[in-house]
């Protein structure tokens, strides 16, 4: 059965802090993998990687995936208080297009 | 300005009330989706569709039904079947070929709240 596990479920840390957060995945016929970050309302894309090992960055953030090992990580460097909330990890099974979503972390970010 | 949108951003039922979302997106996207999403339970997918008068059954369908008359719209009708319909719901919509295909595109949601 495909499924996206991510870790941790919540973290809360400090301004200025830097944290990485995980995504497993096991996903049948694997295509991408995707991180999105969702504030109060809908989800808003941040990533797409492939197994082509290639880190893609935007600002203080960053995420690489290793194909071997099955995983992603995303940083945040500098954290802000701006940068609380909800990151979603979602794998794509490229025989039916679906997405396999992760339950997501929640990032609480300190003053 | 291209983009999704999702009408109404609230909306309360009384049980036993069919009620409908919509959603429309001008990105001229091929597919569209519809989730449900919970507390602690993350997106999970109704029902989505690739193609005009097509569509297929997500991971929990059962109480929901859709529609694809038109590439840009995608409305979603929560029956009286549907056990447990309060829920924050949201449309996506992605390219199928091409530069970014398969990245899904979210609407604002719509909280529906049965009293």
């Known amino acids: 059965e495909d499924k996206v596990v991510q870790s941790p479920l919540s973290l809360v840390v400090h301004e200025g802090d830097t944290v990485t957060l995980n995504c497993s995945y096991e996903?049948?016929?694997?295509?991408?993998l995707l991180w999105y970050k969702q504030e109060k309302k809908a989800p808003t894309f941040l990533f797409m990687l492939t197994s082509s090992g290639i880190e893609k960055k935007s600002g203080r953030l960053s995420s690489i995936l290793d194909k071997k090992e099955l995983f992603s990580i995303l940083n945040i460097t500098a954290t802000q208080t701006g940068d609380s909330a909800i990151y979603l990890c979602?794998?794509?099974?490229?025989?039916?297009?679906?997405?396999?979503w992760g339950l997501g972390t929640s990032l609480a970010v300190n003053p | 300005d291209g983009g999704i949108t999702q009408s109404p951003k609230y909306l309360f039922r009384k049980e036993g009330q069919n009620v409908t979302l919509s959603c429309e997106q001008n990105?001229?996207?091929?597919?569209m989706y519809w989730y449900r999403q919970d507390p602690g339970q993350g997106l999970r997918l109704i029902y989505y569709s690739q193609i005009v008068n097509d569509f297929q059954k997500g991971d929990i369908a059962e109480g929901y039904s859709v529609s694809r008359e038109k590439k840009e719209s995608f409305p979603l009708t929560v029956t009286s079947a549907q056990k447990n319909p309060t829920a924050f719901y949201l449309c996506?919509?992605?390219?199928?070929?091409?530069?970014?295909?398969?990245?899904?595109?979210f609407g604002p949601g719509t909280r529906l709240t049965v009293l």
């Open positions: 996506a919509s992605s390219k199928l070929a091409g530069v970014g295909a398969d990245t899904q595109y």
């Open positions: 990105l001229n996207h091929d597919a």
């Open positions: 979602a794998g794509n099974a490229g025989n039916n297009r679906k997405l396999i």
């Open positions: 996903v049948t016929n694997f295509r991408s």
